[in-house]
């Protein structure tokens, strides 16, 4: 198959390493020239994944016409705050009926859409889908075992992708819930900046599983809400996801909680980390949607006052943590 990735970041790359190593025909678009001369000199993204080589079979190259020529998949591999203008930019060279598969993760602020709906929004003739789970780009593109699902409205689309993507290290599975999938990929990430934060103030294993669970509960509330499947929480974009992103030293958003934990603020923090932090940039967003639907998200809201008001990270916790006594599961009946 011929495949195009707009955007060329860790992700991006490797998924493109993983997919020219079984002979697919890949081409990678980058919009950063600087990046696009590194990637053509050196074989390899030493910013972003360093050790990694590319395939001598993988063209680079910053002419999204030329990119987006006949393409059989078509993968948005660009940050989330990037989606819309990649998007508008390539609509004119997509064909009718094209697939497209998102593999970022993340909610437009302002319009507080996932990223499928804003690829379908510039791209209307386009089908769209969205692959997620938990996966990290350093272990994907050295062959490490890994398992993700991808979400489509029409099933043909999802097994057209799975057939594209699946080989004996890198399992992929099916599920017509896109809004779910891309709820638990966006919003995981704002629960990892809190599992960093733990680490980074000191806490241990119980209070990082205390965290875990009930940011589950959180995003699963918001995401059922939203028209999600609880079982879609339950799976690899859900829990799977979440559980990677919160304990992994792979995680930007875990290593970005840990220093405002140690009481770096956030500015010195996205200096440090210097790539693009999704769960900053879905923490507003998230509150946001979640006073929309009336949903309870106590973890998110703290999260929000760590990033944008200066609370401090340890004051916050304790504030989720003495909240007045609930029951875990309301809707569970008592037996008398």
């Not at 074989?43 to 050790?51: A, F, S, V, W």
């Not at 859409?113 to 050295?142: F, M, R, W, Y």
């Not at 799977?240 to 140690?262: E, Q």
Request: charged share 25%.
């Amino acid at each position: 198959m011929k495949v195009t990735f707009l955007g060329a970041g860790s992700w991006g790359t490797a998924l493109a390493i993983m997919l020219a190593k079984e002979k697919h025909d890949v081409i990678m678009w980058s919009a950063v020239q600087s990046e696009i001369d590194m990637l053509n000199t050196y074989r390899e993204h030493k910013d972003r994944l360093p050790g990694a080589h590319l395939p001598d079979s993988i063209e680079i190259t910053g002419d999204i016409e030329y990119a987006l020529s006949e393409p059989d998949l078509v993968v948005f591999a660009v940050a989330s705050p990037f989606v819309r203008s990649t998007a508008s930019k390539a609509s004119p060279y997509i064909k009718d009926g094209q697939i497209i598969v998102n593999v970022a993760k993340g909610i437009e602020d302002d319009t507080l859409l996932t990223l499928v709906d804003i690829i379908k929004e510039e791209i209307n003739q386009a089908k769209v889908a969205v692959l997620s789970g938990p996966s990290h780009a350093e272990e994907v593109s050295i062959g490490m075992p890994t398992t993700v699902v991808v979400g489509a409205h029409e099933k043909e689309t999802a097994e057209f992708i799975q057939d594209i993507f699946m080989n004996e290290s890198f399992r992929v599975y099916t599920s017509p819930d896109v809004t779910g999938i891309e709820l638990g990929g966006a919003i995981k990430n704002v629960i990892a900046l809190a599992a960093g934060m733990i680490d980074g103030l000191g806490y241990q294993d119980n209070t990082k599983a205390a965290l875990i669970t009930r940011g589950m509960s959180e995003i699963s509330r918001l995401g059922i809400a939203m028209g999600g499947k609880l079982e879609t929480f339950c799976g690899l974009s859900g829990i799977g996801d979440l559980i990677v992103t919160c304990t992994s030293t792979h995680s930007r958003n875990h290593n970005a909680g840990y220093l405002i934990g140690k009481g770096k603020t956030l500015k010195e923090t996205m200096e440090e980390i210097n790539q693009v932090v999704e769960g900053v940039n879905t923490a507003k967003a998230a509150k946001a949607l979640a006073d929309k639907h009336n949903v309870n998200m106590p973890i998110v809201e703290e999260i929000c006052e760590v990033l944008f008001a200066d609370k401090n990270a340890k004051e916050a916790l304790n504030d989720v943590f003495t909240r007045d006594r609930k029951e875990e599961y309301p809707d569970l009946l008592w037996e008398d």
